[in-house]
């Protein structure tokens, strides 16, 4: 009976943690938020209501351990290539797309600046822009897909070999 006490309270000790850390995670992501929010104000790189459209993936972006810093300079390229409105929304929620797919969020940032960058220096403006940004994320989103999909045939492979090869081990005895 002593026992279980004590299991119980360690139980009721490592869920009580664990929520505080999440709703600590979640304010200071809360927090960056803001301060991200306020800099790009300050700067006039975006409207108020176009950082409200692109809230959601970027604080997910964060949640997934993006930097400020990062996500900051891939929007300042974005908007210094006037990328605005539904591009911007369009071209932020792809490249949080990429980072739910596993990219790192910095990579992620780095392909829609490079992808912008590229872009502008072919000439290209706006809707055309962010079409290319939007190919190179596909891209990288396909090429990241088809080596997850080699990974887990080779992890298959692997295991099959295994199984194969403690059927022969146990045969042999």
Known sequence: MKSFRIISML???IFFLATVSLYAQGQNTDNIMKQLNQEL?????FTPQELKTIKKPIKNMLDKGAIKED?????????????????????????????????HPKEAGNIVSQAAHAAQAQGLKGRDLAAKVH???????????KTN??????????IGKQDRGHGTKGSKK
């Open 71 to 103: 996500l900051k300079n891939m929007l300042k390229d974005l908007s210094k290539e006037e990328v605005r409105g539904k591009d911007l929304e369009s071209i932020v929620n792809t490249a949080n797309d990429l980072v739910n797919n596993g990219e």
């Open 11 to 13: 139980f009721v000790c």
């Open 41 to 45: 104000e300050k700067e006039k790189v």
């Open 135 to 145: 190919e190179a994320i596909r891209q990288r989103k396909q090429g990241r897909e």
């Open 149 to 158: 999909k080699m990974k887990q045939e080779g992890t298959r492979k692997e």
